[in-house]
């Protein structure tokens, strides 16, 4: 059964080496199958995300991303970050896949910028598919010293000087 737009609740996760700006965020929420009847327009984000679920990695990457994104457009943060209780219950190699397994269930979808190693988003994706629930990735390279540019094919796109380079 598919929810109405205007409950989504939509999990932004990734790798802790990638830090997609504001812009790089909007455009592939634009890009979702999370819009129904509402036409795509960043302004009206609103109307279909009623929160952004955040794992709250301590190594910031996606997750402050994805937290500072929400907040510049007005929406909640739902935080699941790893607890102490976590770590001592399940252990160093469990505990954030039963972080990212309370995300699942939380959310009804995610947006997750994976650079191709991480195991931790691997698991995520693994996780919303195992439920059935709409997951995007968006393949990121990770960064040598400047931004990080969004992988095309196997190519970095060259980088736009008079783009924002804003970052978490």
Known sequence: MRRS?????????????????????????????????????ISRVREVVELVVSGQSPGGGVDACGE?????RGLAVHPEPISDADVRRYGKFMAPKVRNS?????????????DGISNGTTDMVTRMTLRRKVVEVVPMRRPRGGRVRKATHGAAEPADETAPTRTC
């Open 5 to 41: 737009p205007s409950v989504v609740k939509l999990i932004i996760a990734g790798s802790r080496s990638l830090h997609p700006t504001d812009e790089q965020i909007d455009a592939e929420v634009l890009r979702m199958p999370i819009w129904g009847e509402i036409p795509p327009e």
């Open 68 to 72: 500072r994104w929400a907040k510049a």
């Open 102 to 114: 309370r995300m699942a269930e939380v959310g009804d979808a995610a947006l997750v910028f994976w």
